[in-house]
Structure formats: structure tokens, C-alpha cells
């Protein structure tokens, strides 16, 4: 019961790329497309390295489609590759914003082009005008800097913020900031930046008396904040822009103290995982969690912490939860924590009755979290007693929601409407169910 197997390999004709076509391309130009294959007219022909310039462009997102064939060329040892693809929108107008009868309305409109006059720059104006929030947002990217694998960019911004319901002072904010990246693999890639900022607070004498902290901060006035940081991204996505399978991961490292008047570090982490579970039915499960501490002897600058609210948990206000100045009589600001944690699991499925191209998608969710100060020297007013009668809360206690969101992949971007309510929350954080924003989530 055994037999002998001889294998005889016979080398085959060599074949060497005689040419590579490209249709399909209105916007896009051609050495867009050619960049992102490792061969080129005259190399010996490799399946596997058409194979990864063929997900090279698939993952670019300026494509709808994208099929490469090989054809027989002007001699038996030549062939041509034909690469035809199908072109998408990549330039985007986006309209995100909220209302509530106590905060009042905020717009902002953000122009972008992830491939910019078909050169595959990336383009980006934002511009944020509401009652209690103004700023604005110019970045241009080139992710392929000097013909290399290396992306080099530039970010100029401006935001303020007036007092409202959720906070009882002004806060300002401007600089620059300069980053450059490259791909380690074809999933897995990292970035480095220098931000230069300043920012303060500032009171309004409208306001009545405001948490002491509040006080202390603005009294010692606007600092430098100058910073290098890294990112590292893996993602296996499936589509981008729409996924339904994969792992998409980043970790955000900030260390300012190098220059400037600020010392901390600050760590920030976001994990996302798509699964299909039955038919269009696509299951994620999301995780994120930070931690800033200060160095060198300072306290961390106000403006420096992390403010719980919907972009951590959904249900709860701008700076909704976290340690909070609760003293009778003041305005109750939330001042800010230093470590938090959340996840969430969410279900996503086509609406139903609705045609599938209107790309109308409803999904049901629950987020659950904390947000606090680790220890005294952290938050201000968290260090000293700043008075006998103050009284600043710093629970640990989990917050959670339940909701649902409607999910439209509009002619504007993606449009996303969500609805939560609060299942575990403190006596003293702020809630607010309904959430409208639109464009990248």
C-alpha cells in the first residue's frame, strides 16, 4: 500500500511585460496607476506582484472596479497588461452639525479630494460656524512625496468655542502641524508629525461664578503646546469606505514638552472589527481607550484631558461625563480626566422595503465606558483643596447606552443620524440623546 510519485519540472517560457494599457481613467492619471504596481513595461512577468498592484489600487478608493488581464504581446515571450477600471466620486462635500433647544445650532462644511485633480493628492478645507463654535481646517497631503512610498503633509487650523450649556467658558486654539508616512506592509503603516499650538481659556463675564479650576486656567492664560507624535494604522478592510469584513486598528502617541510651556504624554488607541453574520447582516465591535500624564514636575493643562461625551459614548452631551466640578453655586464645569476606556457592539443591515441603491442602512448599538483622573496631580482642583467647600466628582462608575442610527450613503458623504438613551450614568453628568453628523465615522 505504497507508491512512489516522481515529479518532473520542466522550466517554462519566460515572459517579460511588453506593455501596460490603462482604460477606464477620466480623472485619474496614468503614473497614478502605474505607481502602485512594483513591475513595469520590460520586467519579467510576476503574477503575485500584478496581484498586489491590483490591491494597491483597489485600496486607493478611487476605483469602483478594477480588473487586470494579461494578453498575449507582439512575440510569444511578450505580454500586455490591460488594466481597466471604473472611477468613483473621491471628491466630497460634507455637512456635519447638531441641534438641541439649549445648545443652539453648529454647522460645519468640509471640501475634500483624497485624489485631487487626478494627481492622488489630498486636498481638505474645513470650515465650523455656530452659535458657540467657530474654526477652520486647510490640509493637503502628497502620499507620494519625490516619487517615493512617502507621504508629506501640512495642516493649518483655528478653532473657538464660546461659553454655552455644556461649558462655561471660551476656549482658543491655533498652530500648525507637519507629518510625513510611509507603509510598512501592504496593511500595516506608521506616521510621524510636529505640531506647534497654542491655546486658553478665557471667561465671560455673563457667566456667573465658574468652577474654580475654571478660574485658575484662565488666570494663568494662553501657552505653547509644542509636540512630535507617531501613528501607527493596520487595517484589512475590505472596502474603506464601506467595510464589512476586517480589522481596522491605530494607535496615536503625542510627547510635547520640546519647547512650549506644556509637558505631557498622551497615548490614544481605536480598534474597529467588521463580521458578516448572515446575508447583508454586518456585525462591529469597536474598542477605545487613551492616557495623558504630565511630566517634569507640571499639572496637565486643562485643555489637555479627555471630555467624555458622543464621540466616546453616544447618549451623553459634549463633555456630558467625567470628573466635574459639582459645588453648589458654581456653574458645574467638567474638568477633564486622564484615562478612559470604552466599547461597543453595533448591528448593521439595509433597511428594509427600501431598494438596495438607495444604500439606506439601519443599525442598532450599545456603548458602554469610563472616564476619570488616576490620581491628584493630574486635573486641576483635583491636586489641592482649592476651597473648604468644594466638591469635585471623579467616578469610575461605567456609563452605557442603547440606540438605534439610520445610515445613508448620500450624494453629499455619509450621513449618519443616531439616537441613544442612557442606561447607567451619574446624577450629575448630561445627556443628550440625539446626534446628527455627516461625513467620515
Known sequence: RIVDVS???????????????IHG????????????????EGDAYNRALVDRGERHLKALGYFKSVKIAAAPGSAPDRVVLDVTVEEQQTGNFWVSGGYSTTDGFLASVTISDSN????????????????????????????????????????????????????????SLYGAKVSAGTPLTDNLGVTWN????????????????????IQQAAQAGSYWVSSVGSAVTY?????????????????NNEFAGLGGAAKFARTTDDVRVYQPITGDLVGVVRAQGGYVTPWGGQQLPLLSGFFGG???????????????????????????????????????????????????KIALFADTGSLWATNASTVPGLATSLSPAQQIANSQALR???????IWDSMFGPIRIDYAYPIAKQSYDVTQRFQFHAGAF
Not at 522550466?11 to 494599457?21: K, P
Open 7 to 21: 515529479y518532473r519540472i520542466e522550466q517554462g517560457r519566460r515572459l517579460y511585460i511588453e506593455r501596460i494599457q
Open 25 to 40: 481613467n477620466t480623472k485619474t492619471r496614468d503614473e497614478v496607476i502605474r505607481r502602485e504596481f512594483d513591475i513595469g
Open 116 to 171: 485631487f485633480l487626478g494627481t492622488g493628492d489630498i486636498a481638505k478645507t474645513t470650515l465650523t460656524y455656530g452659535q458657540y463654535a467657530r474654526g477652520f481646517d486647510l490640509a493637503f497631503t502628497d502620499p507620494w512625496f519625490l516619487g517615493q512610498r512617502l507621504s508629506l503633509g501640512g495642516e493649518l487650523f483655528g478653532r473657538q468655542t464660546f461659553a454655552n450649556s455644556n461649558q462655561a467658558f471660551n476656549t
Open 194 to 213: 510636529y505640531s506647534i499650538y497654542n491655546q486658553g481659556i478665557s471667561l465671560d463675564p455673563a457667566i456667573g461664578t465658574v468652577s474654580l479650576p
Open 235 to 251: 487595517s484589512t478592510l475590505d472596502n474603506p469606505k464601506d467595510p464589512s469584513s476586517g480589522v481596522w486598528a491605530r494607535t
Open 310 to 360: 458622543p464621540q466616546l459614548i453616544r447618549g451623553f452631551a459634549p463633555n456630558g461625563f467625567g470628573p466635574r466640578d459639582i459645588t453648589p453655586g458654581t456653574t458645574m464645569d467638567n474638568l477633564g480626566g486622564n484615562i478612559y476606556w470604552t466599547t461597543s457592539a453595533e448591528l448593521q443591515a439595509p433597511m428594509p422595503f427600501v431598494p438596495p441603491d438607495a444604500q439606506l
Open 400 to 406: 452605557a447606552s442603547v440606540g438605534a442610527s439610520l
